[in-house]
């Protein structure tokens, strides 16, 4: 299943959870409403098809400058093959290549992809009914690696682009992103669709976004899985309900009584 394809399906997203825990409200608009994707957006997705998928990559690069003769007839001859929108700025596809060149060159991370594309999955597309909630939950996981050749046979791979890899920062962006929470949701329609291959972990490919275009490779720990979890079960329980009652509120409708937070204090003195 294609891209297109699965992002058209109506089943309960992780992109759709993080919408739903700021609001119910902001959950709808995000459906009613057509999302134009940001350069950073556009960017990953460029680069996850180039490193996954690179046999369906549309996109080519454009003359390094295209003021000159030279590179206005070599613009031309691409807008005979590409449309305008597939012919990206040359340093952008710079960007894109030493990425995935920098993600490749990291055993860990080339191991994982490697043994997917072998004899895993790619892409691959997931649906389940909840149980509990009868919520209809997707996921589209980025690598599946296979059974036979690769040392972690037990997880399933997300890659990330960021700005910062580092441990500590990274750590950052699992919890502000909700990372956590996507790897519980993963997981969970993986293994409630796969009972015969189950799989334990969620790690994580992280590439910066500027040279060096540094890498590193997280496994999630057990608690952080676990408190997705909690906001996986909690989130589908509100959507169940939003979706029986069509009450799609933003912060409800009665007065409420606001606290300044706890870190305020000691700046107040």
């Known amino acids: 299943m294609n891209n297109e394809r699965y992002h058209a399906r109506t089943e309960l997203s992780n ?9 119910p409200a902001h959950l709808r608009y995000y459906l009613d409403n057509d999302q134009e994707p ?13 490193l996954l998928e690179p046999g369906d990559a549309d996109f080519v690069k454009a003359p390094k400058d295209r003021r000159t003769k030279e590179g206005k007839a070599q613009y031309a001859e691409l807008l005979e093959t590409y449309p305008a929108s597939s012919i990206i700025k040359s340093d952008t596809y710079d960007q ?3 990425m995935v060149d920098s993600v490749l060159a990291n055993a860990s991370a080339s191991s994982l992809l490697r043994s997917a ?8 597309s997931v649906f389940y009914t909840d149980p509990i909630t009868q919520v209809s939950c997707k996921a589209r996981i980025d690598a599946v690696p296979g059974k036979s050749s690769c040392l972690y046979k037990d997880c399933l791979v997300d890659f990330k682009t960021t700005i910062d890899a580092s441990p500590e920062a990274f750590a950052k962006s699992v919890f502000n992103f909700g990372y956590h929470r996507q790897a519980a949701h993963y997981l ?12 334990e ?15 590193a ?17 909690r989130l589908k329980e509100l ?11 933003a912060y409800g409708n009665t007065v409420h009584t606001l606290e300044l937070p706890s870190w305020a204090t000691p700046r107040i003195g």
């Open 117 to 124: 594309q072998a004899d895993g999955h790619i892409e691959e």
């Open 15 to 23: 992109s759709m959870m993080t919408k739903l825990l700021k609001s």
């Open 217 to 233: 490779v997280y496994e999630l720990d057990n608690g952080s899985v676990e408190m997705g979890a909690y906001e996986v079960a």
């Open 188 to 199: 969970s329609c993986w293994n409630n669709t796969h009972p015969d291959d189950p799989r």
């Open 201 to 215: 972990t969620f790690i994580i490919i992280a590439c910066e976004k500027t040279p060096p275009y540094a890498v």
């Open 239 to 249: 959507y169940a309900e939003c979706v029986a009652t069509d009450t799609w509120d």
């Open 96 to 98: 894109i290549e030493g």
């Open 38 to 50: 940001t350069p950073a957006m556009i960017l990953g997705t460029q680069v996850h098809t180039m």
